[in-house]
């Protein structure tokens, strides 16, 4: 079998891709001109699971997942996870954050080490500190 069968559910160190759209309202995703990928190890946080992440688990390949959240969330919600800058306008003090689960990985070790790393590095710029 396989280990990186697109079907498999999200779980603790895989890696997942996410393609994310934001935008004013649940079924406008006008705030960015197309969608960006964000791929990230999955459970890493010292701290557990992050919002964000509880909200994705147990998800497959091809689940959507949509969030409204306000510009001030960002660091309580991603935390650890070094989000991608969305470009969102000055305006968009609130916005709608599509997910669609583009593939989930079986990670490899120097992935998950590196993911590690990166985490233990973060400093005031990152963390929801």
Same mark, same amino acid.
Do not use: W
């Given at each position: ?38 791929? +990230? ?10 919002? =964000?992440?509880?909200? &994705?688990?147990? *998800?497959? !390949?091809? $689940? ?18 070094? +989000? ?10 609130? =916005?709608?954050?599509? &997910?669609?689960? *583009?593939? !989930?990985? $079986? ?23």
């Amino acid at each position: 079998m396989n280990g990186k069968m697109e079907t498999e559910k999200i779980e603790v160190l895989k890696k997942i891709i996410l393609s994310v759209e934001a935008g004013t309202a649940p079924d406008s995703m006008d705030l960015t001109p197309q969608p960006s990928q964000f791929e +990230f190890i999955y459970g890493l946080g010292t701290s557990g699971l992050t919002p =964000f992440e509880i909200q &994705l688990a147990d *998800k497959t !390949v091809g $689940q959507e997942v949509q969030l409204h959240m306000s510009r001030d969330d960002i660091p309580q919600v991603f935390q650890h996870l070094v +989000f991608f800058p969305l470009n969102l306008p000055e305006h968009a003090d609130s =916005f709608y954050l599509k &997910l669609k689960i *583009k593939s !989930v990985l $079986q990670a490899d070790q120097r992935e998950v080490i590196k993911a590690l790393a990166e985490i233990a590095n973060c400093e005031d710029h990152c963390c929801g500190h």
